[in-house]
């Protein structure tokens, strides 16, 4: 690993020095926020959106919302109306408090409104990724029990409606639409409803959104979320993406995966912050252009994308102005050095990596703007919380030594249940004090985390327990190689040896003398027992929809044996 430490630029962050903060740090500092302080009961929508428009920010820009047809502006003002009128639309069909109301089409401006419409209401809403095929789409309906599915004409095709018998209506949101029984036409409903909607106020306890997993090591989990997560969605907005007033802000993740929510909604609305909402794929050109249009000040993004963003050089970006950019942050997958090192020759900033799930609602260990940043670790944990390295009994473990990644239970924005699945949820939490994350990671004596890799894709290799993640930040450096997963693969004398898949990057192919000039890489840079025995080359790697590289595929490959659920799959 680098050892170089990189200081902060910023001498004016939201959250001032990060020990002094951590030793005093109590959570009901910040629920004096909420109305539940006055009145008992609350709501994130109102919390997030109303709350600004009913203040001297009601005319202020929630949404920018662009695609490739469309460019949009929506104040808090307009987005509390317009969700207000989306809601309306689905209390008229019945949603009542607890209800499930999937949403599974693509980015626009409607998908926000009646998100938030369905939280007004006090439904559950359940985001679906617009890429999910029928399979898919039916499983996550059947186990959340949905009532009432909004989709757009083009997918409605990939949902099988006679084969789900708790599914009373379907919303569609687009042209020509024919309305029956179960058809709903949304924009003939939009029109005539109110702009007035009665808030269900509800406990900080009742259920809010229900996301599935993204699917990288089985199949996808339903992780329940309480209004209550709110707490940490807005302290982190402050804390990790030290959201100011003036700042533009740009959460690139789908609101199919919890980033897209938790961060890419809830945090910097409750923020009270512009928020730029871009629809369609990923490329550089458009991208770059995201970022210089709106003039982002702070971008939260994945490393699959700085990497594509690598891989594809500077002219392109020489070619924007960046310069209204402020504070870059990455989630999602491990944050390779190599990455932070292309942040700060082509951004001239650090990237700070954040790391929590699905299952913990909201940021945990980051990298602070205030912090110094050791390139290749997740940061330390948010004041708040209490985070470990334990064995597999829950006994703690010293610094340096590799383990399970912990939290204590109990922070705001934890999950409340797997649906479905008591057991499942139980089986997260070990001497019942900790939430044991199923990520293999080690503190350092100076108290940053450090990951290593999924506690499953942990390799054994003569004796010793070696991480991916490493070995695949080491391959990546090499200027080869664009992306990398590395797995053990059984070996009757060694329990396991490394193998790496390799994605090359354009210009380069493959040949026995670049194999052997990576491995060298790997062997001169981090050791001889950490180079890959075997190296195999593909066009691509296997990834989750989130993009997240598939290693339990490379390892069903190369095994011969099934590949289990594939639902989130890149095709
Ligand atoms: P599934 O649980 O269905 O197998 P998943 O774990 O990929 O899928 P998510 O909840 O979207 O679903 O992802 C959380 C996981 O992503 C973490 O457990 C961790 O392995 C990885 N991750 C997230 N952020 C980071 C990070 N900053 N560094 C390293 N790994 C990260
Ligand atoms: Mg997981």
Known sequence: MMSKTLSSTNANHNLGNYDEVYDSYQWSEVEKEFSWSNTGRVNMAHEAIDRHAESDKGNKVALYYSDQDRKEEYTFKEMRDYSNQAGNVLKDIGVVKGDRVFIFMPRSPELYFLLLGTIKLGGIVGPLFEAFMEGAVKDRLEDSGSKVLVTTPELLGRVPVDELPELEKVVIVGNDVKEDDQTIDFHRQFERASKTLDMEWVDREDGMILHYTSGSTGKPKGVLHVHNAMIQHYQSAKWVLDLKDDDVYWCTADPGWVTGTSYGIFAPWLAGVSNVIRGGRFSPEDWYQTLEDYQVSVWYSAPTAFRMLMSYGD????????????????????????????????????????????ETGAQLICNFPSMEIKPGSMGKPIPGTEAAIVDDQGNVLPPNRMGNLAIKKGWPSMMRAIWNRPEKFQSYFLAGDWYVSGDSAYMDEDGYFWFQGRVDDVIMTAGERVGPFEIESKLVEHPAVAEAGVIGKPDPVRGEIIKAFIALRDGYEYSDELQEEIR??????????????EIEFKDTLPKTRSGKIMRRVLKAWELDLPTGDLSTMEK
């Open 315 to 358: 002219k392109i970006l020489q070619k924007y102005n960046l310069t209204s950019l402020r504070h870059v942050l990455s989630v999602g997958e491990p944050l390779n050095p190599e990455v932070i090192r292309w942040g700060m020759q082509a951004l001239d900033l650090r990237i700070h990596d954040t790391w929590w799930m699905t």
């Open 520 to 533: 060298n890489f790997v062997k001169k840079g981090l050791s001889a027992h950490a180079a890959p025995r």
